[in-house]
């Protein structure tokens, strides 16, 4: 069974840093995608960023417009884990933020419970 743990979430004032991590369990996760999405309040859930594999031991990341330049991302595929690093942290970025695992040959998605990330102004 896929389980996946988050942590690092917090409040924070405008102009700094979080780490989220997530940490997944129940198989290997070398060649799936992983990264996160966001909800805020009253709207819906939108993507942020992905690590995907693109062959051998090379990976490819993307990211929301709405981030580029300010989040980082990472994955260590020996802890299973992926990272999100959030710099430069806006109001705008107050959200749940969720991990997520899709493998590469399925639609489906495996989701963390949330980390809540609020940005004072």
């Known amino acids: 069974q896929v389980q996946l743990v988050e942590s690092g979430g917090g409040t924070v004032q405008a102009g700094g840093s979080l780490r989220l991590s997530c940490t997944a369990s129940?198989?290997?996760?070398?060649?799936?995608?992983m990264g996160w999405f966001r909800q805020a309040p009253g709207k819906e859930r939108e993507f942020v960023t992905s690590i995907w594999w693109s062959g051998g031991n090379t990976y490819t990341a993307d990211f929301a417009d709405s981030v580029k330049g300010r989040f980082t991302a990472s994955r260590d595929n020996v802890k299973n884990t992926v990272y999100l690093q959030m710099n430069g942290l806006k109001p705008d970025d107050t959200a749940v933020y969720y991990c997520?695992?899709?493998?590469?040959?399925?639609?489906?998605?495996?989701w963390g419970q949330g980390t809540q990330v609020t940005v004072s102004s």
């Open positions: 129940g198989r290997t996760f070398s060649h799936d995608a």
């Open positions: 997520y695992v899709k493998p590469r040959s399925s639609q489906d998605y495996y």
